[in-house]
């Protein structure tokens, strides 16, 4: 049965650090991506690591966020730097295998301003 978990999330002020950590089992996945999403509005895209460690990221996120992974493990961690007051949503870990995506339940960041 495959879990993914997400922890880490919590409250800072602008401009500081949080790391987000992202635990998947059951399978071997070939993507972990986080995603992030605000209410009313559709869930973001934010970084995506493929097994090989290749890495993208959105344009409002670059330069301040870096994505990797512990493939041994199936971690994926989202350091998270500068962080702004816009940034503040859940944030959502997704893994996908050969067969289906799946999704954790997400944990919220806030960023005081």
């Known amino acids: 049965q495959v879990q993914v978990v997400e922890s880490g999330g919590g409250l800072v002020q602008s401009g500081g650090s949080l790391r987000l950590s992202c635990a998947a089992s059951g399978s071997t996945f070939w993507y972990m991506r986080w995603y992030r999403q605000t209410p009313g509005k559709q869930r973001e895209l934010v970084a995506a690591?493929?097994?090989?460690?290749?890495?993208s990221y959105s344009d409002s996120v670059k330069g301040r966020f870096t994505i990797s992974r512990d493939s041994a493990k199936n971690w994926v961690y989202l350091q998270m730097t500068s962080l702004k007051p816009e940034d503040t949503a859940v944030y959502y870990c997704?893994?996908?295998?050969?067969?289906?995506?799946?999704w954790g339940q997400g944990t919220q960041v806030t960023v005081s301003s």
């Open positions: 997704n893994a996908e295998d050969s067969a289906d995506v799946y």
């Open positions: 690591i493929s097994s090989g460690g290749a890495t």
